[in-house]
T-cell receptor, first 116, second 115 residues
Framework: EAGVTQFPSHSVIEKGQTVTLRCDPISGHDNLYWYRRVMGKEIKFLLHFVKESKQDESGMPNNRFLAERTGGTYSTLKVQPAELEDSGVYFC??????????????FGQGTRLTVV | AQSVSQHNHHVILSEAASLELGCNYSYGGTVNLFWYVQYPGQHLQLLLKYFSGDPLVKGIKGFEAEFIKSKFSFNLRKPSVQWSDTAEYFCAVNALSGGYNKLIFGAGTRLAVHP
């Protein structure tokens, strides 16, 4: 069974450009989460989808970040325009319904974003 | 706000040494506790979790963790580490108030095991 897949694995862009990260969850997983780790600090929650609906987007840093999950399958996270402080590793995770309490969240390998 | 504190950012051990990684969290209500591991070049994966019951939890690869409610701690232990345990370890918590749908992570501990 395929795990959570993230594209690209690395991205280097200039400040002011736009970048779109993609996450393909495990098939059948209705929960999809985005997290970010900046500069070796803690991994921070960004948002949570249940199917195509945003359940919780309290961790999104600002309106330069836009997440979508059309059709409840894969998700994209767009940063526009990118700033230097957006650099970090963006993780995606998915799980069956029931949240982290009842089911295990499976993580992707992450996308390392560098804004120069 | 909930937070998770991992006491050591970098740990260096020789093979066969014992390991204990500290983790403290700040939340007074019901919590679930997790340890995740990220081996070099790989994805985050679950080592073990505590929901309720026996506070001593056994995980994969010989790891265990003990939940001490009075100390708000969930320390990870392994009696004898191997070179293959070299990885970064993350403690995480989620809480009933968040609908158990948000993991709060610590900053991680990088473990290097020398042969």
């Amino acid at each position: 069974e395929a795990g959570v897949t993230q594209f690209p694995s690395h991205s280097v862009i200039e400040k002011g450009q736009t970048v779109t990260l993609r996450c393909d969850p495990i098939s059948g997983h209705d929960n999809l989460y985005w997290y970010r780790r900046v500069m070796g600090k803690e991994i921070k929650f960004l948002l949570h989808f249940v199917k195509e609906s945003k359940q919780d987007e309290s961790g999104m840093p600002n309106n330069r970040f836009l997440a979508e999950r059309t059709g409840g399958t894969y998700s994209t996270l767009k940063v526009q325009p990118a700033e230097l402080e957006d650099s970090g590793v963006y993780f995606c995770a998915s799980s069956l319904l029931g949240g982290h309490r009842n089911t295990e969240a499976f993580f992707g390998q992450g996308t390392r974003l560098t804004v120069v | 706000a909930q937070s998770v504190s991992q006491h050591n950012h970098h740990v260096i051990l020789s093979e066969a040494a014992s390991l204990e990684l500290g983790c403290n969290y700040s939340y007074g209500g019901t919590v679930n506790l997790f340890w995740y591991v990220q081996y070099p070049g790989q994805h985050l994966q679950l080592l073990l979790k505590y929901f309720s019951g026996d506070p001593l939890v056994k995980g994969i690869k010989g790891f265990e963790a003990e939940f001490i409610k009075s100390k708000f701690s969930f320390n990870l232990r392994k009696p004898s580490v191997q070179w293959s345990d070299t990885a970064e370890y993350f403690c995480a918590v989620n809480a009933l108030s968040g609908g158990y749908n948000k993991l709060i992570f610590g900053a991680g501990t990088r473990l290097a095991v020398h042969p």
